[in-house]
């Protein structure tokens, strides 16, 4: 491979000239080919170079997910620039920090989010890529292996976020690792779920840009579970990669429907243990040919092990173990114990990761999470030898949680662990010594006004004293299950009046794993997430005969006000009255995209489970 293809500009430009008029990305809103989307980006660069800004720089990108952020990251590469992704939905404050720590000099954003950007950008250019860009091109820039493309950031154990600045060279190695450990070819859509300033967005964003694959951004928060399953058969994405929570979700909802996913010939999963049962759930909801995917890494090392299986595959022990490391990675456990620490040697390690193995070595990185190797020579996961957590597949420092709480004038001390919800997925769980008048409400508003949603506990548990040992250190074994019972919560209790708060209130006790839900209570306060508010909507659809939008329940977070936007209507809907309103309401949902594409190929036959609609052949 020349120096050239090394880096990520000249490997899309490659795919650009191979196959312009292909599919490139792919939403409700935007159908974009290779040749409008190489425009695109060449829009945004040229503004950036109009704006002043000079090669080697950073650029901050403020979007929520959806189309315009990939034209987005092309431009800023090829401005020069490392792109620094700037999640819409995270507080004020942790984005103004990420911007001035990165030293970003420049912000691109869309409509959608351009009065924010303006707040944030302290004097900086602000350049929208939805509107009329102040276009000044300049002379051909010569991208390097060596630069910068991209700063990620992490949950950092000082309590500030922690930068992962990764290069071009690198990040075309593990685009290659996962093209090549999942087979991606031009014919593939790929699924992006993942939120741009993670990572796993990284792998799949550019596994089909850099393969001539379309890519398939999908917001889950307006779509839920259920939109999601109607999304990805729609479109017959042919490679779906998932979180383990969401890729159970998925399969609770097939499971509801008796129907398979026929179109995905790969699932995708990481971020957390793959136990029997999810391979029983692969198995039994996904096509025959399909096969399964597990990846192991981390920002620093993107997929460093990766292991393919197929449905006749049977594990050694109830987890799925870690695969094989991917081509130029050795992960070896420390001091070749047959438990101990993993590290990673690679040259294609995230430059000043600051974690090299105890010899050394600035091609290694110790992971901190512990391995043991079984029988067979494979190994599993045992955890952490840090305090950090993974929820949903994100890293979360338990320093960083813990500093923000204690940072609340009324709470003396906090520890942060975890717990397994009704749903057997991992939650963030708050212990706290604090003033009498502190409310469960008090302390997520101070949280939320610092952390990313994934960062919030979803319990809070308030204690005389925090467990200590014999050596005076804090007993994380002795603290207690979060339970069920209402927390402190300053909103008093008010008993559901009427059928459909009732409806409502029992289907918040079943999916929280709690007791005694009040009327006027708060779905986030009592433990609500926005993978448990996908899970209550898809609840809801199946209980009321009136469609109710998963945005529109993010506005109304009480019982109280979900039982107005459902009205007095009850359950009870026969089994054949719901399965017609859905096929109904799929064909809704995808009219406008299905008569966009109708127009521009001829029809096919729709996927199975779904009612026939004009469709492109892609």
Same mark, same amino acid.
């Not at 999640?87 to 420049?106: I, K, Q």
């Not at 709470?411 to 942060?416: F, K, M, N, Y």
């Not at 999916?511 to 009327?519: F, K, N, S």
């Given at each position: ?22 599919p490139?990305?792919v ?8 040749r ?9 660069a ?18 929520r997910h ?14 020069g620039?490392?792109?620094v ?11 103004e ?8 000099e420049?912000?691109l ?13 302290d ?65 593939d ?12 967005a ?61 179109s ?26 399909c ?31 870690l695969g ?18 993993l590290?990673v040697r ?20 110790r ?43 009324a ?6 662990g975890t ?32 952390l ?34 209402? $927390?402190r919560? =300053?909103?008093?209790? +008010?008993?559901?009046d #009427? &059928? /459909?708060? !009732?409806?409502?209130?029992? *289907?918040? %006790? ?6 005694a ?10 433990g609500?997430t ?29 019982v ?9 209507h009850?359950? $009870?809907?026969? =089994?054949?009255?719901? +399965?017609?309103?859905? #096929? &109904? /309401?799929? !064909?809704?949902?995808?009219? *406008?995209? %299905? ?14 489970g779904?009612?026939?609609s ?5």
């Amino acid at each position: 491979m020349s120096a050239a293809e090394r880096t990520l500009t000249a490997r899309f430009a490659a795919q650009v000239a191979a196959g312009p008029d292909r599919p490139a990305v792919v939403t409700p809103e935007h159908r974009w080919t290779y040749r409008e989307l190489d425009a695109h980006a060449d829009r945004v660069a040229g503004a950036l170079a109009g704006a002043g800004v000079r090669q080697g720089g950073r650029c901050g990108l403020l979007f929520r997910h959806g189309a315009p952020m990939v034209p987005a990251v092309l431009g800023a590469m090829r401005a020069g620039l490392a792109y620094v992704p700037l999640d819409a939905a995270y507080p004020a404050d942790r984005l103004e920090l990420m911007l001035a720590d990165s030293g970003a000099e420049v912000l691109l954003t869309d409509a959608a989010d351009a009065d924010l950007a303006v707040r944030l950008a302290d004097g900086r250019p602000v350049l929208d890529v939805t509107g009329d860009l102040p276009v000044a091109p300049g002379p051909p820039l010569r991208v390097r292996p060596e630069d910068p493309a991209y700063v990620l950031y992490t949950s950092g154990s000082t309590g500030r976020p922690k930068p992962v600045v990764q290069l071009h060279r690198n990040v075309v190695h593990h685009a290659d690792a996962w093209i090549g450990g999942l087979g991606v070819t031009a014919a593939d859509r790929l699924s992006l779920q993942s939120a741009y300033s993670w990572d796993s967005a990284v792998q799949d964003m550019f596994a089909a840009l850099l393969s001539g694959a379309a890519l398939y951004p999908v917001d889950l928060k307006a779509l839920g579970v259920a939109g999601l399953v109607d999304w990805m058969l729609t479109e017959r994405i042919s490679v779906y990669h998932s979180t383990l929570p969401i890729f159970r979700a998925v399969c609770r909802v097939l499971a509801d429907r008796d129907a398979v996913m026929p179109s995905v010939r790969m699932l995708a999963l990481g971020g957390d243990h793959i136990h029997r049962e999810d391979l029983a759930a692969y198995r039994r909801w996904f096509a025959d040919d399909c096969r399964l995917a597990s990846a192991y890494g981390s920002t620093e090392c993107s997929c460093a092990l990766l292991r393919v299986v197929d449905k006749a595959y049977e594990p050694p022990t109830g987890v799925l173990p870690l695969g094989a490391p991917v081509p130029e990675t050795i992960v070896e456990l420390l001091g070749g114990a047959d438990v101990g620490e993993l590290i990673v040697r690679s040259p294609y390690l995230a430059p000043g990761h600051g974690r090299p193995a105890p010899d050394d070595d600035p091609d290694s990185y110790r992971t901190g999470d512990l391995g043991r190797r079984l029988p067979d020579g494979s190994v599993v996961l045992e955890g952490r030898a840090d305090f950090q957590i993974k929820i949903s597949g994100i890293r979360v420092e338990a320093g960083e949680v813990e500093s923000a709480l204690t940072a609340h004038p009324a709470i003396r001390e906090a520890v942060v662990g975890t717990f397994a919800d009704a749903f057997g997925e991992r939650q963030l769980a708050a212990y706290l010594v604090a003033e009498p008048g502190a409310t469960v409400e008090a302390v997520r508003a101070h949280l939320t006004a610092r952390l990313p949603a994934h960062a919030v506990p979803t319990a809070y548990v308030f204690l005389d004293a925090l467990p200590l040992t014999v050596n005076h250190k804090i007993d994380r074994a002795a603290l207690p299950d979060p339970g069920v019972a209402r $927390a402190r919560l =300053a909103t008093a209790y +008010a008993r559901p009046d #009427g &059928a /459909a708060e !009732r409806a409502i209130a029992g *289907a918040w %006790a079943e999916i929280l794993g709690t007791d005694a839900v009040g009327a006027d209570d708060n779905f986030f306060d009592r433990g609500g997430t926005s993978l448990r508010m996908a899970a209550l909507h898809e609840r809801l659809t199946r209980l009321f005969d009136r469609p109710v939008r998963m945005v529109d329940l993010y506005r109304a977070p009480t019982v109280r006000g979900m039982a107005r936007l459902v009205g007095e209507h009850g359950p $009870a809907l026969s =089994a054949v009255t719901t +399965a017609a309103r859905r #096929g &109904a /309401a799929r !064909r809704e949902a995808y009219a *406008a995209t %299905a008569a966009r594409v109708a127009r521009r190929g001829r029809p096919q036959p729709p996927p199975r489970g779904l009612p026939a609609s004009p469709r492109e052949d892609r």
